[in-house]
């Protein structure tokens, strides 16, 4: 019996690679330097595995960005607009180019698009094929990495994106021809690269297949079948591991089954229920890995119930042929829980029973030993500590609240009630009479550009150093100054800034009961950015109003009418380390109430405008079509739960970001927001060919300003945005903003870029004048 990990965090269990890439972009350190702080992260990742006795350990599962991206570089798909500046950028620059932008010495080039990866908040860049696509093999970094472990003792399982995944996962920039057609091309420099491997000494090689989850129509299946088969085919001296997560492939079992393939891996968190089929299918001659250990949340393993499945395996497959796992990559769990004191915000009790990415390959360690024929009694002891804990947890008063569970049951009762009180038209007149907006208004998503200076503030505070007295009149004059900020350059519809916000699920988590927050629980989010979700343990309720102080004080100094802003249910339960003991719609529908809470308060505060910002609505969606309806019906019943009871002269807000809206736009309309404003500038604003089949009927800010890039958009730029908008939308419904929150930017391009913004909404407005002159 074998243990594998399919992938490991990445970014340093202290931030390491972060901070590496973000001194290298800045000029501060060299690419030697940049490519040595890579090699020490993997030289420890490949080394934490070993010593944990994992037997097949990845490799090329590091990136300096993105994997996807990665991939593109390796496979020659570097599109035209960066390729011409080839000769000019160094590899690694080009490469970052790509990632994200690139605006220096006469050089001015848009990054690749970047969307979720299926159902996380990781972001990948979208690859983009052309018709006249080719593709040439740069195997360096891959075959690199792989000799790199072997020089340190260690025989990696290099792990590469599969090719079809990879297709699927891309979009096409010219139109008439289906991406996948290209699979005849790319095969071949598959298979050059794994011939590569093969030399250098790799006799385990891993592919990921993640998009067979969602394979359903004959030309797909017959697609894998024969491009899988010739892949595996074409090296019998190589044993794959095909892997699949995030969702069932029982529906491909048969595919599979009849693949020249060592080893099926298969997430058994997300879809438990395809190990029979599986077991019943697979012929003698292959291995199942088997998904036990959860790769997406921070929870211990009940070891029992793990025992139970390996059994069952083993007693079909017999030992050889089972392989234990996590359900995915570890990528997207924190590093270790040694580095949490359980001092601050994570109760002991609660710390107990979680597991970080060194835990989990531990406890991999320990169900292997477990299942063997003697088991030691240190793995002995663990499973019976492990089991008392589990009970103990279930016993413990902190976890329930009867209280928010009555208020829940009492507003599902309710269902048919929770719209808004007018339709959308009437409120409109009714919030305009009130607020007097231009067309084209512009307002900002919400945070501005966090300084060095505030974070440092923010921490002192935190850490006593700096009183709260202090802290709140520095924040304070922030605001200030960010008021001052945007009525000189113009903009209508003003935020605070969200300074006083470390990250936008944490601050509201903070103020709530059931939430305990990690020191170090990092997890990468896109890029060098990672974020530190929140953990979910127990009933959800408000302790007291959370934003309403600052919300009243931003708008005591302007005229203007400043947004009260509020994270909403949904992003709030997608961006934390969520309770497995209950369904997460009771959750989200706990969460929705505390919100509520604070939307009446916002309104009696004297709030006009309140925005409940949803980015991960769409990331909750499941991947298997046939689950939609069922999140989509309860995810927008939490929205709605959220902005209940509200007059109708308050206008509500709502925004989303970096994610396929297309298919979920029905869900969207009924939300019924008055304005929802939506990241689109990426993808020049692509998305809005979703509303020449559907009728987007309220008010609508397509971001013109990719917030994501250092790069600063031209007025005549985001006119143009504008333009391809108003094709879609009647332009009375069109509001003006940038992509996302801009906390990442800083405060001299973001000058600019906003600058521009209200020059091109302006602009906007002279033309539709004219016109109707
Ligand atoms: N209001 C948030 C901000 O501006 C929204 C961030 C997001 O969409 N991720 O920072
Ligand atoms: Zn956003």
Known sequence: MLTQTLGFPRIGANRELKKACELYWK?????????????????????????????????????????????????????????????????????????????HENIDVTPLEMTKWFNTNYHYLVPEFEKKQSFSLSPEKVVGEFREALQSGIKTKPVLLGPLSFLKLGK??????????????????????????????????????????????DYERQLYRSTLTELFGSFPGIR???????????????????????????????????????????????SVSLGIVDGRNVWKNNLEDSLGVIKKAVSRLGR???????????????????????????????????????????????LKDLSGISPTTGAVSKLEREKRE?????????????????RLDEINH?????????????????????????????????????TAEVRKTRCSFFNNKTSWEEYDNFIKECIRKAIRWQEELGIDVLVHGEFERNDMVEFFGEQLNGFAFTQNGWVQSYG????????????????????????????????????????????ILQWSFVRTDQPRKETAGQIALAIHDEVLDLEKAGISIIQIDEPAFREGLPLKQEKWDE????????????????????QIHTHMCYAEFNDIIPAIIAMDADVISIETSRSQMELLNAFTRVRYPNQIGPGVYDIHSPRVPGTGEMCDLLFAASRYIPVKNLWVNPDCGLKTRGWDETRSAIKNMTESAKRMRDVILHAEN
């Open 528 to 571: 060098s950015r990672a974020v530190k979700p929140p953990v979910i343990y127990g009933d959800v309720s408000r302790k007291g109003p959370v934003t309403v102080d600052i919300a009243r004080y931003a708008q005591s100094l302007t005229d203007k009418p400043v947004k009260g802003m509020l994270t909403g249910p949904v992003t």
């Open 172 to 217: 096409e920039k010219t139109e008439n021809f289906n991406r996948l057609e290209l699979i005849h091309i790319l095969l071949p420099v598959y298979i050059e690269l794994i011939g590569k491997l093969e030399n250098a000494g790799a006799t385990w090689i891993q592919i990921d297949e993640p998009c067979l989850t969602t394979c359903t129509n």
């Open 631 to 650: 999140y989509l019906t309860w995810a927008v019943f939490c929205f709605m739960i959220s902005s209940y009871g509200v007059k109708n002269e308050t």
């Open 390 to 406: 589990r009970e103990n947890w279930e016993k413990l008063p902190f976890v329930a609240d009867e209280q928010v569970r009555k």
């Open 240 to 286: 794959f591991v095909l892997a699949t997560y995030f969702e069932s492939v029982s529906k491909v079992a048969d595919l599979i089954s009849l693949l020249p393939l060592e080893v099926i891996h298969l997430d058994l968190v997300s879809a438990p229920e395809q190990l029979d089929v599986f077991l019943d299918m697979v012929p003698d001659n292959m």
């Open 320 to 366: 050889d042929r089972v392989i234990l796992s996590p359900s995915c990559s570890l990528l997207h769990v924190p590093y270790d829980l040694k580095n949490e004191d359980g001092r601050e915000g994570l109760p002991i009790k609660v710390k107990e029973r979680m597991a970080f990415a060194f835990q989990k390959i531990e406890e991999l360690a320990i």
């Open 414 to 450: 309710l269902k048919h009630n929770v719209s808004r009180g007018l339709p959308f038209e009437q409120r409109r007149a009714i919030q305009q009479e009130k607020l007097q907006l231009p067309l084209f208004p512009t307002t900002m998503i919400g945070s501005l550009p966090q």
């Open 27 to 103: 000029g501060k350190i060299s690419q030697d330097e940049l490519e040595l702080a890579g090699k020490n992260e993997r030289i420890k990742n490949w080394t934490i595995q070993k010593d944990a006795g994992i037997d097949l350990i990845p490799s090329n599962d590091f990136s300096y960005y993105d994997q996807v991206a990665d991939m593109m570089f390796m496979l020659g798909v570097v599109p035209e607009r960066f390729r011409k500046f080839e000769n000019r950028l160094s590899k690694i620059d080009l490469y970052f180019a790509m990632c994200r932008g690139y605006q």
